[in-house]
């Protein structure tokens, strides 16, 4: 595989062998080792076209960590601002020589105009391409999913996740559904209907108007955040109403099965999609998310651009 742009690309296996290749370098970092040889001398660029704090950070840090060479490119800074096109900036970059391009673009299909038309030798990951996807964020939760569900499984068969809210404007949400998919699970899908996308009854989930419904059956919960930036219009009645009716509090919390977590993509709207109170309580794995995201990226850079995991 030279790019990740898709979950849907990526068979049961590939995803596994992602996730336990992830593990192997949980184990070696954990184990003191700061610092691997494994893409030494390769040059890996970070093109930002979108605000991010946690997934440009996490990726600078996992190339960094693998010994790459890192660039890392916002747009606003960059020629972009004076009308540079992606095509002439993909050849720019080509011309110095990147092994990998790490995007994330406001347009959904970007980064896959990026990869396939013959601009770039160079391998390119999707870093979130508007409302499309953003693998390497599903990856992760998947990672963080099976550390606390099924350690060692090789799918998820028998798990029922709740992915609550604005799925309409979430990368995360489509890449997550489409890969518990894959894995097996069962997937409940859960918002208002002015948030969920047109033709989702195609989408390997279940869908429902009613969280109050599904909270016992859940061994995960997902909630998103409300993406008020994508938003043109009125999705809901006022911030308020929507919290009375799709955010998780304590209330709601507690009729969670004991076993179960909570899950948020970050950044949060505390008090809006979820209350303070339970994105700090012990069953939220809000922080582990970003540490795993952090470890399947590098294992995700690791597999595309290669190197020799016996070095490790
Ligand atoms: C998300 C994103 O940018 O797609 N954040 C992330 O990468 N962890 C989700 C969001 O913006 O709500």
Known sequence: MKHLISVQELSREDTVGILDTAIEFNRVTDGGTKMLPTLRG???VNLFYEDSTRTRISFERAAKRLSADVVTFSAKGSSVS??????DTALTLNAMGADMIVVRHPSPGAAHRLAHAGWLESSVLNAGDGKHEHPTQALGDAFTLRAHLCPGATDFAGLTIGIVGDVLHSRVARSNIFLLGILGANVVVIGPPTLLPVGIENWPCQVSYSLDAHL?????IMMLRVQQERMNGTFFPSELEYSRTFGLNRKRAKKLPEHAIVMHPGPMNRGVEITAEVADSPRSVITEQVSNGFIVRMACM????GGDLSVA
């Open 42 to 44: 390769r040059t890996v």
């Open 82 to 87: 004076k009308g540079e096109s992606l095509k």
């Open 216 to 220: 016992p059956e859940l061994d995960a």
């Open 302 to 305: 690791y597999l595309l651009i």
